[in-house]
């Protein structure tokens, strides 16, 4: 083979491989072609959506950072992107796990509140007559527990050496000044005056009452027994001395209530706490008096909770004219809390609790089910209040939401492990691309020579 020959050879096999190493590595980095078979469609795409991220679209079509198609969105799915979590079920899926949906819609939540109470005295409405005084009991002219009594009935009476003591000094002091009112020094006069105020006011500390004070000064006799009277209508609940007891301050002689009103003391659990509040309506039935139902308010809630049933007292006030309700009878409340109108609801178990929020799903499309944080409010009936996440005409699943939740975490999961893995990805497949390139490129690159070169080399 002459010089020549050889020369032509060696340009024609460099410009060969130089060729097929640049068409391999045109072919390895382009994207295929796109076949009419592949993307023909019913209808023409409104626009390309990225798999790995819905939120990321494109008008043309277009691939990831990993090389994958983007997915065609025709009118007809056209909706809002979907959201992280998103469920599709197949229509024959969804009817064998029984998914059934309501509507979130405006209602008036109301709630009775149903407990047991226990008749009692109106603590405002009680008294306890103690003495001002030592002595012993004289008289007792109201001896029975239960006795209805009347404002300023006498009660009984005390013989008490200190009345008799006070008595004698309210006489001679009347007797002084009547004496000095003539007098011509008006000191003498004034002082003598002022024993006789002084004088009846030591039998008021006394509680003597004021027809004793006038019977002695009509009579000028002295009292020996200080009598108890009365302070208002009621009932005599505990007489605590008898006839000939030695009395001092400190004995209860008395103990009167009113009954004409009572409260009724009873007890909520902390899940109703917030429904109650004070001027609630109440009825209350009692076994005792069948037939009839008392009306009533509630007009305190305790500001603490029991300790042993973890519960709180309200109390409720009633009228008692006819002395029917007795303390400590127990009842039968019902408490009207007050309306929650115009509240957006939806049916109870359509709301999943785990954890520390709640949620539901909302049916954005047929089979396609979107997971919604909640704010909840008050239940009744079988409602729930939704203060913040689903508006008026949304369809929340009430059955199988529990199936659908597993699905939704499993999907949410599984982007959540794809977007961290994503960047090493495409990391890697560039680095290979540029190895291959590197590999492909550097053959024809050796072999491109200049002529001067190959000559050079043809010598050699």
């Known amino acids: 083979m002459n010089k020549t020959t050889s020369i032509f050879i060696s340009l ?56 994958m198609d983007y997915i065609p969105v025709y009118e007809d799915e056209a909706s809002a992107p979907e959201k992280a979590g998103t469920v599709k079920i197949d229509p024959v899926t969804e009817q064998n796990i029984g998914v059934r949906t309501a509507t979130a819609k405006l209602s008036s939540l109301s709630h009775l509140i149903r407990t047991v109470g226990k008749v009692t005295y109106d603590e405002e409405r009680i008294s306890k007559l103690h003495p001002k005084t030592e002595g012993w009991v004289e008289k007792l002219f109201v001896d029975k527990t239960g006795t209805q009594v009347n404002k300023n009935t006498m009660l009984l009476s005390v013989y008490s050496p200190q009345l008799v003591t006070s008595s004698q000094e309210y006489l001679l002091a009347i007797s002084s000044a009547k004496t000095l009112e003539n007098s011509p020094f008006d000191d003498i006069r004034r002082s003598a005056e002022q024993m006789v105020v002084s004088a009846r006011e030591r039998l008021a500390l006394l509680d003597v009452p004021e027809h004793q004070i006038r019977d002695m000064v009509e009579t000028g006799n002295i009292p020996k027994a200080l009598h108890i009277h009365s302070p208002f209508n009621g009932t005599v609940i505990n007489i605590g001395a008898r006839e000939g007891q030695y009395v001092t301050p400190q004995t209860e002689l008395y103990m009167l209530a009113d009954l004409s009103k009572v409260w009724v003391i009873a007890q909520v659990y902390e899940s109703d706490l917030p429904w109650v509040s004070e001027n609630d309506a109440v009825d209350m039935q009692l076994t005792a008096i069948p037939g009839k139902t008392f009306k009533g308010t509630l007009s305190y809630i305790y500001p603490y ?49 785990s954890g520390d929020k709640d949620q539901v799903f909302i049916m954005r ?31 929340v699943v009430t059955s199988s939401q529990f199936l659908i939740d597993s699905e939704s975490k499993l999907n949410e999961t599984t982007e959540k492990m794809r977007a961290i893995d994503a960047p090493a990805s495409e990391e890697m497949q560039d680095h290979q691309q540029n190895m291959l390139g590197q590999d492909m490129l550097a053959p024809a690159s050796s072999s491109s020579m200049t002529m001067p070169e190959m000559e050079h080399h043809h010598h050699d």
Do not use: C
């Open 12 to 67: 024609i096999s460099g410009l060969l491989i130089g060729t097929g190493g640049l068409m391999a590595y045109q072919h390895l980095t382009s994207p295929p072609a796109v076949t009419a078979e592949t993307t023909q469609k019913p209808a023409k795409p409104l626009y390309y959506r990225n798999p790995m991220n819905p939120e990321v679209t494109s008008p043309v079509p277009a691939k990831d950072h990993m090389g």
């Open 365 to 395: 499309a047929p089979g396609q089910f979107e997971p919604r944080q909640v704010t909840t409010g008050l239940s009744a009936d079988g409602r729930t209040q939704i203060l913040n996440g689903v508006k008026v005409g949304d369809e």
């Open 305 to 353: 909770a029991e300790a042993a049933t973890r519960t709180i007292k309200v109390r409720m006030a009633f009228d008692n004219p006819d002395l029917l309700l007795k303390p400590d009878m127990f009842a039968n409340v019902t408490i009207h809390t007050n309306n929650q109108p115009e509240a957006i609801t939806v049916p109870t178990e359509a709301i999943i609790r």
